[in-house]
């Protein structure tokens, strides 16, 4: 578990805030670029198999989850198992125009995908939309994360503007590798936090949300 006191978050603004998150977000993809292949394809069952161990998974009804782009770590047998457990599995995507994720629910994480915005794996169109009401449980992407929740994502801020539509009881879960996981965070006020950080070596519950 976490202790709450360890550590402390850069509290910057405007031009200073945006060069700390970029030098951070470029330091991190590199560093999960570095790692080895095989590294990488273990170290994601392991958290495949932290994720799916978790109470607040296990009773999760509509799931929330990313697939994988780049070397993020392979989230597609959480999928899989979400789908196997009768969970209704709840993919996002990009609407360039509103700048908004729009969710649409899949069978398939193969017949149902397809590369969307930059490439990233995303939902056909044509699947049915999902309220995000109604997701109970949610995997949230980034590039880095502290251990007391903060996070960095890609610059678009997509998570951001969906989470404060999310029902505040919805758990907020992160899968990053050891080496995702940052001292502090540069971030400002707004920047909205998660629940949990589950890596290939351990679980990071962050303070509880205000």
């Given at each position: ?10 509290e ?53 989850v990313?697939?994988p782009f ?32 729009e969710?649409?629910?899949?069978r ?7 590369p ?30 502290s ?8 610059g ?8 404060i ?22 971030a ?14 351990r679980?990071?519950?962050?303070p509880?949300?205000?």
């Amino acid at each position: 578990m976490l202790d709450p006191a360890a550590g402390t978050e850069t509290e910057l603004t405007g031009t200073a805030l945006r060069e700390a998150k970029r030098a951070l977000r470029t330091r991190m993809i590199a560093a999960r670029d570095a790692l080895d292949l095989a590294y990488r394809a273990t170290a994601s069952l392991s958290i495949c198999t932290r994720v799916a161990s978790l109470p607040s998974f296990a009773a999760a009804r509509v799931v929330l989850v990313t697939l994988p782009f780049g070397s993020e770590w392979d989230t597609r047998p959480l999928a899989r198992a979400a789908l196997a457990c009768g969970k209704t599995l709840v993919l996002p995507r990009v609407n360039g125009e509103t700048r908004m994720l729009e969710l649409h629910a899949i069978r398939d994480i193969t017949a149902d995908v397809t590369p969307g915005y930059q490439g990233i794996p995303e939902p056909l169109p044509t699947l049915p939309r999902v309220d995000s009401a109604t997701i109970d449980w949610v995997l949230v992407p980034g590039v880095a994360f502290s251990r007391t929740g903060r996070r960095l994502g890609y610059g678009g801020g997509y998570y951001d503007r969906l989470m404060i539509l999310l029902r505040p009881t919805t758990q907020r879960v992160a899968g990053a590798f050891d080496a995702q996981i940052a001292e502090r965070i540069p971030a400002a006020s707004h920047d909205l936090s998660v629940d949990m950080i589950v890596t290939e070596s351990r679980i990071l519950a962050a303070p509880a949300r205000t």
